[in-house]
């Protein structure tokens, strides 16, 4: 039997025959990165290939590496293996990778959506034979909505809150949902302050997409300026010290983990939006069927879950273990 | 139904209890008088009986949403509420309903006795009628539970904004049995009906556990102090030459407890009797064990009441002569018990007096406490001797001070997915003891409570890493995890594996501090069990 073109071993996804690593997570020679989450874009590898666009935020968590920019559908061949990258419409400059030897063609996700979301560069299929897939939201219970539903619902609520006299404070991973929120958000209702780590890694993006103005919390932002206006935070700033300059205030949360009830009482958010960077179920699904592929392989998710519906629709489906995390989404 | 979807919504989307007050209160002037009805009675758990049962739920919504059922059960484990996945899995639809709510608990009132295909056909009628929130409202009706963050003392305290009447006479207006089918608003709340009244109950005082220091109470003087009973706390009422009794989930109990009809004929009319319900077996206060095989029969039959009769431990009177009486000093409700207790203790056996501990200084508290279980009593009980009979639970009046529970530690060894807030977490524990060899752990309890979020969080992680094995919803998980549990009571037992069963089991902390080898044995649990 051939060596599989692409394997998981102990560091990563790992393609023998070019000698590269995708997404790993121990130290490697070679890798190509999917996208500049944490756990997808590690720190320590020597050289790195990713998307022109996201050379600036992987080196702006990672400092300075040596790294490689590419084109969306350029292809570069190692060994005699092709490579490509193609957008992922996760976040900015996220892709998913094409690996091609001798006419059989493997492809990696990365995190992934569907849904043209405005922000990141819209989904491509890309026909293989084998599918390498998340399923971070590979569940039946998850049915996103239209983002336009979404943001009008934020919105409004921003507005109301306005009108009790309370400032909103949004919560958001602070790569992706912040800079789609921010996006959307409307500047007629008031301004938008943001969280010292959102307004960094948002700089960064302004390069790529036009946003609109926002304000650095300080030390100086006194309460009366905030009251009214809408604050975008990462999960973390929800029930530390920082979050009490904003007083009063109403909590709320942008993922798709508030599609469950129970996820937002128990992180205590008064509010939640069902907003994701990630497939729902349909879109998974969909996305497998339209790979035209035979086998697929689930990485992160709900694996055990997903991958056993795809073997009882008729195809080839297993699981693997990566290193990749739940995220906060 | 849109109007109370919205409520609903609105009270789930807050943490703050002024704005599900307010909303209750909005809501409980705009919403039609019939749904005003319904929304009280499911508040106060009172929803129509189960139309459907949840299997047949589980097969509807799965064929719906063309899913195989055992993806449905998947995704049931991880929601961890059935009907919020049930609204969750099926396909989204545009429309809205313009049922009202009373039409809806009516619809489910007729369809309980209705043929499968009929029940079927209705659910899925409805389902593809409604959005996301309607059709989660909708599922609670049937499923029950709404768990929202409303006690049926904050829907008390809306109404009374909403109608600008008497928050304490309100909830005295809602005790008791009552149809929400049948009765209107106006009866229920507005008028004055002196006919209901025969066998209505108080709504109950209950006591908070006592923080702090007993020192910090006062002078010991102005409290009285009793022990704990732990049994069926219930009021007895005698009007009208007829027996009523209410045990604390406002259930009336009184064929259960055919005993008490000894109160008849001996209690005056117009005496309304606050106490404990306690096994009496041999002429002995009983466990809550005992008490347990009376507990849910509804035919008693002559066997059981020769083998485990009951006794009401009385600590109050609420009412007396026709006149009630909770306005009055507790001092002076003491002694017109006492009086009546005096005067009838020997012709109505099942009426005993819980009587007062009397002490001087708070340290003869201490000692009588540490032997409230060889009397088969929880604790102490401490009341202000001034205080009136309050509603609902209150601060500052009433405390009790249970005593300090049996604990051992013991391994984890299986885990589920929580409900609720918990959701898509483990935090349902199965907890083993080692066996004589020390080879084996023998599972002994479960425990869902006494960890932080946290540690919950800590706990969730380290489960999905070390499973051993999936059984379903159920993980085993490596012995590894050392955990100080707590309960209240622990007896011999047919039915567990064990062999001990324990009540309120919890987990007090996580012995980080101790090795797998470290925990208890069963030989130590037994060793507990009251001789």
């Given at each position: 039997m051939k060596t599989p073109l692409l394997v998981f071993n102990d560091k990563g996804i790992y393609c023998e025959k070019a000698d590269v690593y995708i997404d790993a997570w121990k130290p490697v020679d070679k890798v190509i990165i999917t996208h500049g989450h944490a756990d997808h874009s590690r720190w320590g590898h020597q050289r790195y290939i990713t998307h022109h666009d996201n050379i600036p935020i992987i080196k702006h968590r990672l400092g300075d590496i040596e790294v490689v920019g590419v084109d969306y559908g350029e292809t570069f061949s190692v060994n005699n293996v092709k490579f490509s990258l193609h957008p992922?419409?996760?976040?900015?400059g996220s892709s998913q990778v094409r690996v091609e030897h001798q006419g059989e063609v493997w492809v990696f996700t990365g995190d992934y959506k569907l849904d043209d979301d405005g922000v990141a560069k819209a989904y491509e299929n890309v026909p293989c034979h084998t599918f390498i897939t998340e399923c971070t939201f590979g569940l039946p219970a998850f049915n996103w909505r239209p983002q336009a539903e979404v943001f009008e619902e934020i919105n409004n609520w921003w507005l109301e809150n306005q009108q009790e006299g309370r400032t909103s404070v949004l919560f958001g991973y602070s790569l992706g949902k912040a800079q789609r929120i921010l996006k959307f958000l409307n500047p007629e209702i008031g301004k938008i302050y943001t969280h010292g780590a959102i307004e960094n890694m948002t700089e960064v993006c302004r390069n790529l997409v036009d946003f609109p103005l926002t304000h650095k919390i300080t030390r100086e932002t006194t309460k009366k300026e905030l009251l009214g206006n809408m604050v975008i935070a990462p999960p973390s700033a929800h029930g530390g010290t920082w979050i009490r300059k904003m007083t009063p205030y109403v909590t709320g949360s942008a993922s798709g983990w508030m599609t469950f009830r129970g996820a937002r009482r128990r992180r205590a958010i008064d509010q939640g939006f069902v907003l994701s960077d990630h497939c729902d179920w349909n879109q998974l699904l969909e996305a497998v069927k339209n790979t035209g592929c035979e086998k697929v392989i689930c990485t992160h998710g709900y694996t055990d879950i997903f991958s056993k519906y795809l073997r009882s629709i008729g195809y080839d489906a297993r699981t693997e273990k990566t290193q990749y995390e739940e995220v906060e989404d | 139904m849109k109007a109370f979807a919205q409520l609903i919504k609105t009270i789930d989307s807050t943490n703050k209890t002024n704005k599900k007050v307010e909303a209750l209160a909005n809501y409980f002037s705009i919403a039609p008088e019939a749904d005003k009805v319904w929304t009280i009675a499911i508040l106060s758990h009172r929803r129509p009986p189960r139309p459907v049962n949840t299997t047949l739920l589980r097969t509807y919504a799965s064929e719906l949403a063309n899913i195989p059922l055992w993806l449905f059960e998947e995704s049931y484990h991880i929601v961890g509420d059935l009907a919020e996945t049930i609204a969750l899995v099926l396909p989204n639809v545009e429309s809205s309903t313009n049922k009202q709510l009373a039409d809806f608990c009516q619809d489910l009132l007729d369809l309980k006795p209705q043929s499968e295909a009929t029940k079927k056909a209705y659910m899925i009628e409805h389902w593809t009628q409604m959005d996301y929130y309607e059709r989660f409202v909708f599922n609670k009706l049937i499923t029950g539970g709404f768990r929202i963050g409303v006690s049926q003392k904050l829907m008390t305290r809306a109404l009374a904004k909403a109608t600008d009447l008497d928050e304490d006479i309100l909830a005295y207006k809602l005790m008791g049995n009552w149809d929400p089918a049948k009765i209107t608003f106006e009866e229920l709340i507005l008028e004055e009906n002196k006919a209901d009244y025969l066998s209505k109950p108080y709504p109950f005082y209950l006591a908070y556990a006592l923080e702090g220091d007993l020192m910090d109470l006062g002078n010991p003087a102005d409290w009285s102090a009793e022990h704990k009973w732990d049994g069926i706390r219930s009021q007895v009422i005698v009007r009208e030459n007829e027996l009523f009794v209410w045990s604390r989930g406002e259930e009336l109990v009184t064929d259960k407890y055919p005993e008490f009809q000894e109160f008849v004929g001996q209690l005056p009319n117009g005496t309304v009797l606050d106490g404990e319900i306690l096994a009496y077996p041999n002429n002995e206060i009983g466990s809550f064990k005992d008490l347990q095989t009376r507990i849910g029969r509804k035919n008693v039959s002559k066997k059981l009441l020769e083998k485990t009769p009951v006794i009401l431990k009385v600590y109050d009177l609420l009412e007396l002569n026709n006149e009630d009486i909770r306005k009055k000093p507790l001092a002076w409700r003491r002694k017109e018990l006492e009086k009546l207790y005096t005067e009838l203790r020997n012709e109505v056996s099942v009426f005993h007096l819980s009587e007062e501990v009397k002490f001087e200084k708070w340290e003869e508290l201490v000692e009588e406490r540490k032997h409230a279980r060889a009397i088969k009593s929880e604790g102490l009980m401490l009341k202000k001797k001034e205080a009136v009979y309050g509603v609902g639970r209150k601060k500052g009046d009433w405390w009790k001070w249970k005593s300090d529970p049996f604990s051992i530690d013991a391994v984890l060894t299986y885990a589920m997915r929580g409900h609720g807030r918990r959701s898509n977490l483990y935090t349902d524990y199965t907890f083993g003891l080692w066996d004589e060899n020390k080879e084996e752990l023998v599972t002994f309890a479960k425990a869902y409570s006494g960890l932080t979020d946290k540690e919950f969080k800590e706990l969730d992680a380290w489960i999905k890493k070390n499973t051993l094995d999936r059984f379903g919803p159920v993980r085993s998980v490596t012995p590894h995890h050392v955990f100080e549990i707590a309960f209240e009571g622990i007896a011999e037992s047919k039915r567990h594996k064990s062999g001990v069963a324990t009540r309120f089991p919890r987990i007090l902390r996580w012995r980080k501090d101790k090795k797998l080898e470290d925990a208890n044995t069963l030989e130590d649990l037994k060793a507990l069990i009251p001789k």
């Open positions: 992922a419409g996760h976040i900015i | -």
